[in-house]
Every structure is written in structure tokens, then in C-alpha cells.
């Protein structure tokens, strides 16, 4: 075998060694690590309640639910408000009109704007649609209020002169505001809505649908602000610059106000809109807490009849609500400080671990008789491998919670204690990541084969120099002899020349004397 290839046998052999090396420094060492890592994958923890339409598509499972009859409703839903999970669903899909549930993208923009503290001037631009038909609070032309009266009177009283002052007192204009309410409708996941104005007057292209005034509310109710104005029985504004009465403004919302019927006053229920035009029918977007359980409903299209047995809209949804509580039960997966998970950090000081808490409170919504502890899995999903150092707090995956196979909540993951680097393993991967990167390794070995191959023509080189030099001095050396055999026979031969001539000169001398 030539010395090339036992050379590159030789690379080869220790390229294999040290890849079983690494491999071994970063397997887990212990059946703890090794059992749930299959559990485990990287993914990039969020850090908001997902109010997205993805979160809406699956069913609480149960099978023992008592519907209840939603005959005189176009579309009905039930909702758990702390997943998104979906209890009921009756054309939840089908775009409907949806009157004045519209004042709650009306109200949540306002409250996430940069006006709110400011006083509002009603501007004839705002007013000028106003009819007495409508639902309004009697503002007037030049009345100066201050947005938090504008949007109290909106959502509790459904005031469409007070959303028209807002809109344009946020956006500039009814068109401008319009823009930002198609837009948030958008980034919300609200792919079935469409606003052509701020408080629900009936157009034909101002359409939504059941999930997608869910997907809304759920996320207007994550605002405390906007949560405790749609809880309200009444509202009170005191007189103005043009309006010399106090404004008592009771809430549109029966389940809260008895201003026209204590027929359907309903405790559990926290808000949040009502709605109605002639096209829309009437419309309810409720929310309700008993024991423990948050709960979501909205009914569209309903052929109310008066204020009380026949009101169906507040008929249906507290028939959903009165189903949704008494057949689920809501238990606490996880809550801050309780350990989920133990974790090996990579680089750790004195292989010291990482113990991962939520940070904030996990509950989950099923069905009466389950096991919350027996029929919830979790599954934890980290942002990637665990390194040192470790701060306490930081944030480093989250945990989802699942049901039957379906995602029920989640939480983010932060470490419960502190991890020190040692910073000799690290230098020593650094090293050991240099050596094996791709980027250098193979250059390397690449150019100690071209240096082995270089030096190995080299020594052909050399060699076959040594070899031209030894023959080019043993030419020289022969003709040097030949050269100096000629002269010697050349002088042997002048030399008896030369002798034969003295010789002959000597008898001539010889013969003359005689």
C-alpha cells in the first residue's frame, strides 16, 4: 500500500472517531433527559393569547349534551372563553348582518388608540346620518365629551351618533376609521367581515359571521377597560356644553338592565353587545362566569317577539350558557411556581438543571366525569436546546395542553432558577465546534491532503533530480576519463614522435662527423 493511501486511511479513521466523540458529548446521560425528548420540539413561544380563526376550529368533546332548540336563530354559537374551543355551532360560517355588535371593533379601537383623556366636539360630519329611528344618546352638533362618555354611551346604551364621533375623532374620518377597522378584522383572523362603517347602520357590504364576532369578543374581553364598560347595568354623563340634563343611560343588554324587562336579568352574564336593524334581526354577543367556567356566546338573526318569553335571542343564548354549565367543568392544569418540567442545560455549571413553572395560570374546560388529571396530556415544546446561562424568568418554550387531541390551552415556560455557565465546556465546545464545522474541517483535511500530495511530488521531483545530477557526473566523469585516456595516448604518441626525430638527428650528426 503506498504512503498516500495509508495517509488518507489514517484521516478518515480519526474523522470517524471524532464524530462518535461529539456525538457522545451531546447525547443525554440520563433516562430522565432521554424519556421526554421525544415529548420535546423547538418552536417559538408565543407570548399572547392566540385570538386567531386557527383557534376556533375544533369541538369540546361530550357526548351527553341537552341542545337546546335555536330554531329562531339564522346562527348560534357557544364558546369557552378561556381556549377558544367551541361548545356549540349552528352556521357559525354564514355571513350574517351584524347590526350593533359592530360598536365592539368600534370600542376596542378606540381604547387601543392615542385619544383616549381627550375631549371629543360632535362635528355635523358625524351627525349628519343620524336619524330618530336610530339608536342614539342625543348628542348635538358643537356638545363637547370626553371619550370615555363617548365610548360608555356606545357599548352599554349602543349609541350610533356617539361610535360616529369617536371614529372620526380617532381616524380623522368615517373612511379613514373604516380602514382601521377592516384591518384589525384582518390581523384578528376575521376572514368573513366586512365594516363600511363604525356603528352597524345596515349596508349590504357590512357582513360577519357567528366565529368571527367570537373571535372578536374574546379578544375585546382580554381588555380589562373594555370588559368591566360592557358589564355595566347603566352609564351616567353629566350635562355639557349644550346639554343641560344628566344622560342615565341603561344598558341594551337585558341580561344586566331591567330598564325595560326583569324577565331575562341573568347573573353569571359579564356583557358584552347587543344588536339590531331590520335586515340583522336581533343579535346577541353575551358572555357569562358560574364556577369556575368562562363562557362565550353569539346568536344572529333571531325573530324576537316582545321583551320576555319570545325574546329569543336572550331565550337561546342563556339556553346555550344554562347547557354549557352544567355539563362542563373547569379544573387548573398548571399555575406559576408549580414545576412542569426538569430540564438538562447544556454547558451548566456543576451539571446543574433548569426547572421550567407557566407563567400564568393554565385552565382547561371539559366534560363532567373526565379526569382532568387522567384525560389531559401535555406536550412541552422548547426554543431549542437548552444552553447556559440561565436566567431565572426567561422565557425558554411553552407547554400545550391537550385534550382527545385537541389543544385546550397553553402557557409560556420560564426557568425557576438560575443556571451558571462553566465556561471551561464551553471553550472546550467552542474548540470541538470549530474542529467539526463543516467549514473548516474539510478545508483542513483538504489541504493537508494537497500538502501531503505536494510534498510527495516534491520528493518525486527531487528524486528524479538526484538521479539526472548522478547520471549528468557520471557522463562527465566518463568523458573526463576518455578525455584524459586521448591526452595521455596523444602525448605518448608526440612523445615518440618526438624521440624518434632526436634519434634520427643524432645518426645524421653521426654520420656527418664520420
Same mark, same amino acid.
Given at each position: 500500500?503506498?504512503?498516500?493511501?495509508?495517509?488518507?486511511?489514517?484521516? *478518515? =479513521? @480519526?474523522?470517524?472517531?471524532?464524530? /462518535?466523540?461529539?456525538?457522545? #458529548?451531546?447525547? &443525554? %446521560?440520563?433516562?430522565? !433527559?432521554? +424519556?421526554?425528548?421525544?415529548?420535546?420540539?423547538?418552536?417559538?413561544?408565543?407570548?399572547?393569547?392566540?385570538? *386567531? =380563526? @386557527?383557534?376556533?376550529?375544533?369541538? /369540546?368533546?361530550?357526548?351527553? #349534551?341537552?341542545? &337546546? %332548540?335555536?330554531?329562531? !336563530?339564522? +346562527?348560534?354559537?357557544?364558546?369557552?372563553?378561556?381556549?377558544?374551543?367551541?361548545?356549540?355551532?349552528?352556521?357559525?360560517?354564514?355571513?350574517?348582518?351584524?347590526?350593533?355588535?359592530?360598536?365592539?371593533?368600534?370600542?376596542?379601537?378606540?381604547?387601543?388608540?392615542?385619544?383616549?383623556?381627550?375631549?371629543?366636539?360632535?362635528?355635523?360630519?358625524?351627525?349628519?346620518?343620524?336619524?330618530?329611528?336610530?339608536?342614539?344618546?342625543?348628542?348635538?352638533?358643537?356638545?363637547?365629551?370626553?371619550?370615555?362618555?363617548?365610548?360608555?354611551?356606545?357599548?352599554?346604551?349602543?349609541?350610533?351618533?356617539?361610535?360616529?364621533?369617536?371614529?372620526?375623532?380617532?381616524?380623522?374620518?368615517?373612511?379613514?376609521?373604516?380602514?382601521?377597522?377592516?384591518?384589525?378584522?384582518?390581523?384578528?383572523?376575521?376572514?368573513?367581515?366586512?365594516?363600511?362603517?363604525?356603528?352597524?347602520?345596515?349596508?349590504?357590504?357590512?357582513?360577519?359571521?357567528?366565529?368571527?364576532?367570537?373571535?372578536?369578543?374574546?379578544?375585546?374581553?382580554?381588555?380589562?377597560?373594555?370588559?368591566?364598560?360592557?358589564?355595566?347595568?347603566?352609564?351616567?354623563?353629566?350635562?355639557?356644553?349644550?346639554?343641560?340634563?344628566?344622560?342615565?343611560?341603561?344598558?341594551?343588554?337585558?341580561?344586566?338592565?331591567?330598564?325595560?324587562?326583569?324577565?331575562?336579568?341573568?347573573?353569571?352574564?359579564?356583557?358584552?353587545?347587543?344588536?339590531?336593524?331590520?335586515?340583522?334581526?336581533?343579535?346577541?354577543?353575551?358572555?357569562?362566569?358560574?364556577?369556575?367556567?368562562?363562557?362565550?356566546?353569539?346568536?344572529?338573526?333571531?325573530?324576537?317577539?316582545?321583551?320576555?318569553?319570545?325574546?329569543?335571542?336572550?331565550?337561546?343564548?342563556?339556553?346555550?350558557?344554562?347547557?354549557?354549565?352544567?355539563?362542563?367543568?373547569?379544573?387548573?392544569?398548571?399555575?406559576?411556581?408549580?414545576?412542569?418540567?426538569?430540564?438538562?442545560?447544556?454547558?451548566?455549571?456543576?451539571?446543574?438543571?433548569?426547572?421550567?413553572?407557566?407563567?400564568?395560570?393554565?385552565?382547561?374546560?371539559?366534560?363532567?366525569?373526565?379526569?382532568?388529571?387522567?384525560?389531559?396530556?401535555?406536550?412541552?415544546?422548547?426554543?431549542?436546546?437548552?444552553?447556559?446561562?440561565?436566567?431565572?424568568?426567561?422565557?425558554?418554550?411553552?407547554?400545550?395542553?391537550?385534550?382527545?387531541?385537541?389543544?385546550?390551552?397553553?402557557?409560556?415556560?420560564?426557568?425557576?432558577?438560575?443556571?451558571?455557565?462553566?465556561?471551561?465546556?464551553?471553550?472546550?465546545?467552542?474548540?470541538?465546534?470549530?474542529?467539526?464545522?463543516?467549514?473548516?474541517?474539510?478545508?483542513?483535511?483538504?489541504?493537508?491532503?494537497?500538502?501531503?500530495?505536494?510534498?510527495?511530488?516534491?520528493?518525486?521531483?527531487?528524486?528524479?533530480?538526484?538521479?539526472?545530477?548522478?547520471?549528468?557526473?557520471?557522463?562527465?566523469?566518463?568523458?573526463?576519463?576518455?578525455?584524459?585516456?586521448?591526452?595521455?595516448?596523444?602525448?605518448?604518441?608526440?612523445?615518440?614522435?618526438?624521440?624518434?626525430?632526436?634519434?634520427?638527428?643524432?645518426?645524421?650528426?653521426?654520420?656527418?662527423?664520420?
Amino acid at each position: 500500500m503506498s504512503k498516500k493511501k495509508i495517509f488518507i486511511s489514517v484521516i *478518515s =479513521a @480519526a474523522v470517524m472517531t471524532l464524530s /462518535v466523540f461529539v456525538t457522545a #458529548l451531546a447525547s &443525554p %446521560d440520563d433516562e430522565a !433527559a432521554q +424519556a421526554t425528548q421525544a415529548a420535546v420540539t423547538e418552536s417559538a413561544a408565543q407570548t399572547q393569547p392566540d385570538s *386567531s =380563526a @386557527a383557534s376556533y376550529g375544533e369541538y /369540546v368533546e361530550s357526548d351527553s #349534551l341537552t341542545v &337546546p %332548540d335555536t330554531s329562531h !336563530a339564522e +346562527a348560534a354559537l357557544l364558546m369557552d372563553m378561556n381556549s377558544g374551543r367551541l361548545i356549540y355551532g349552528k352556521n357559525i360560517d354564514e355571513r350574517l348582518y351584524p347590526a350593533s355588535t359592530t360598536k365592539m371593533m368600534t370600542g376596542i379601537l378606540a381604547l387601543e388608540s392615542d385619544h383616549m383623556g381627550e375631549t371629543a366636539t360632535a362635528t355635523y360630519e358625524a351627525l349628519k346620518d343620524i336619524t330618530l329611528e336610530d339608536s342614539h344618546m342625543g348628542i348635538l352638533i358643537g356638545e363637547e365629551l370626553t371619550m370615555t362618555d363617548l365610548i360608555n354611551g356606545m357599548l352599554v346604551y349602543s349609541a350610533n351618533d356617539a361610535a360616529n364621533v369617536i371614529a372620526i375623532q380617532v381616524a380623522g374620518s368615517m373612511e379613514a376609521f373604516v380602514d382601521m377597522m377592516n384591518a384589525k378584522a384582518q390581523e384578528l383572523g376575521m376572514t368573513n367581515t366586512h365594516f363600511v362603517n363604525a356603528c352597524g347602520t345596515h349596508n349590504d357590504d357590512h357582513y360577519t359571521t357567528a366565529r368571527d364576532l367570537a373571535i372578536l369578543a374574546r379578544y375585546c374581553m382580554q381588555n380589562e377597560t373594555f370588559r368591566s364598560i360592557v358589564s355595566q347595568p347603566t352609564y351616567h354623563i353629566a350635562p355639557t356644553n349644550k346639554y343641560a340634563l344628566d344622560r342615565n343611560l341603561p344598558a341594551t343588554n337585558l341580561f344586566l338592565s331591567t330598564s325595560r324587562s326583569s324577565y331575562h336579568l341573568y347573573e353569571p352574564c359579564t356583557g358584552i353587545k347587543t344588536g339590531t336593524t331590520e335586515a340583522a334581526g336581533h343579535c346577541l354577543v353575551a358572555s357569562a362566569e358560574y364556577n369556575g367556567i368562562s363562557l362565550l356566546s353569539v346568536v344572529l338573526k333571531c325573530d324576537d317577539q316582545g321583551v320576555n318569553e319570545n325574546a329569543y335571542s336572550y331565550v337561546i343564548t342563556r339556553g346555550l350558557f344554562d347547557m354549557g354549565f352544567n355539563n362542563y367543568q373547569s379544573g387548573v392544569l398548571a399555575s406559576p411556581g408549580n414545576i412542569v418540567y426538569d430540564s438538562k442545560v447544556a454547558e451548566a455549571k456543576d451539571d446543574k438543571r433548569v426547572t421550567l413553572t407557566v407563567d400564568t395560570e393554565v385552565s382547561a374546560l371539559i366534560p363532567i366525569g373526565d379526569d382532568i388529571s387522567t384525560e389531559v396530556e401535555s406536550v412541552i415544546e422548547l426554543n431549542g436546546e437548552l444552553k447556559a446561562p440561565i436566567a431565572r424568568g426567561a422565557q425558554l418554550g411553552r407547554i400545550v395542553y391537550n385534550y382527545k387531541g385537541t389543544e385546550i390551552g397553553s402557557a409560556n415556560l420560564v426557568a425557576a432558577n438560575d443556571v451558571e455557565l462553566n465556561m471551561v465546556l464551553h471553550v472546550f465546545n467552542i474548540i470541538i465546534g470549530i474542529i467539526i464545522n463543516p467549514l473548516v474541517f474539510i478545508p483542513v483535511i483538504l489541504l493537508i491532503i494537497l500538502a501531503f500530495i505536494a510534498r510527495s511530488r516534491k520528493k518525486r521531483r527531487d528524486r528524479k533530480r538526484r538521479i539526472q545530477q548522478l547520471k549528468q557526473r557520471k557522463r562527465f566523469e566518463e568523458e573526463q576519463r576518455f578525455s584524459n585516456t586521448d591526452r595521455i595516448n596523444s602525448n605518448s604518441e608526440l612523445n615518440r614522435t618526438r624521440s624518434k626525430g632526436a634519434n634520427s638527428r643524432y645518426s645524421g650528426d653521426r654520420r656527418t662527423r664520420r
